[in-house]
């Protein structure tokens, strides 16, 4: 399966980029970064530390777009002031590729017609620049995967989730592209994946430095998160375990529409419907997502 990453990295988009490299059940392409969760430079880093953990360096990055119109607020509570949790690292010397990831999204998709999944584990700026521009470019990708919205409460404010919030404009403008398959899994379900202590302990023991250092960088993610939930909420992986096993999530089709100004900004307004190009998951299986997790990081 040929994959590309379009991604804000991000305590938990590390941890989605380490599973799909470490699993070596795909062939990924490339990664494509976005502003989100910290700023595009750091979120370009934190891509290029990814890449360099799991011995990926022939991997390309490819830089996107910043928000820098957008009344949008990196989560620094959340994923601390570098996007890895705070934790300070030697940046790995190397440098995006020169292309810039709206015109290789493009290429590729055009290049292998039908064939490409992309994880979009960010705000979806890049996908939506890309539909702006070609017009053939939904119609060839094989199936999108969105870490975005919610069919319930938000956690940026309470009608929205962070990623939908932070470019609502460009969340509207992909749902209503011609995407053949559209998958979404959003915050009303990743937040039932929380990394409890038992989860915790398996990763702050393993050999290597990998899971060791996942654990260190999920600190400031479970200090925010613990008292809600039991513990961090690492939303992006769960994309990629599907991608391993469908087993791990149920779908329901869905048809979707996004608020994109006002007090709810970034809404997502879900029902349920009998056919669709856009599904949504409604359920996630907590132990069978760990186990593929465990099984593949330590």
């Keep these: 399966m040929k994959v590309i990453i379009d991604t804000d990295p991000g305590v938990d988009d590390f941890i989605a980029i380490s599973l799909a490299l470490k699993s070596n059940k795909f062939d990924v392409l490339g990664l494509t970064t976005v502003e989100g969760n910290c700023s595009l430079e750091n979120a370009t880093l934190n891509a290029f530390k990814a890449l360099d953990m799991v011995n990926r360096q022939d991997i390309e990055v490819y830089k996107g777009l910043r928000q820098d119109n957008m009344d949008n607020s990196h989560a620094i509570d959340v994923h601390g002031n570098n996007g890895l949790g705070g934790i300070e690292y030697t940046p790995i010397n190397r440098e995006a590729n020169s292309e810039g990831a709206i015109d290789y999204l493009i290429r590729m998709v055009n290049t292998y017609p039908k064939q490409i999944t992309i994880l979009a584990l960010g705000p979806l700026t890049n996908i939506a620049e890309c539909v702006k521009k070609d017009k053939c470019f939904s119609k060839n990708v094989k199936s ?114 996004i608020i994109t100004t006002g007090e709810e900004m970034g809404r997502s307004i879900v029902s349920v419907v009998n056919e669709s190009n856009i599904w949504m998951a409604t359920y996630a299986d907590q132990q069978k997502f760990y186990s593929i997790l465990l099984d593949n990081i330590v």
């Design 144 to 257: 999108l995967l969105i870490m975005g919205g919610s069919a319930s409460k938000g956690n940026i404010t309470p009608y929205a989730e962070f990623n939908f919030y932070n470019d609502p404009v460009s969340a509207e403008k992909v749902l209503q592209a011609d995407f053949e398959n559209i998958i979404i899994f959003g915050w009303d379900v990743t937040n039932k994946m929380p990394l409890l202590n038992n989860y915790e302990e398996k990763l702050k023991k393993a050999n290597g430095i990998l899971p060791k250092f996942i654990y260190d960088i999920t600190r400031s993610m479970a200090l925010h998160d613990r008292l809600e939930y039991g513990g961090a909420i690492i939303s992006d992986p769960i994309l990629v375990a599907y991608l391993i096993d469908n087993e791990v999530a149920k779908l329901k089709p869905i048809e979707i529409n």
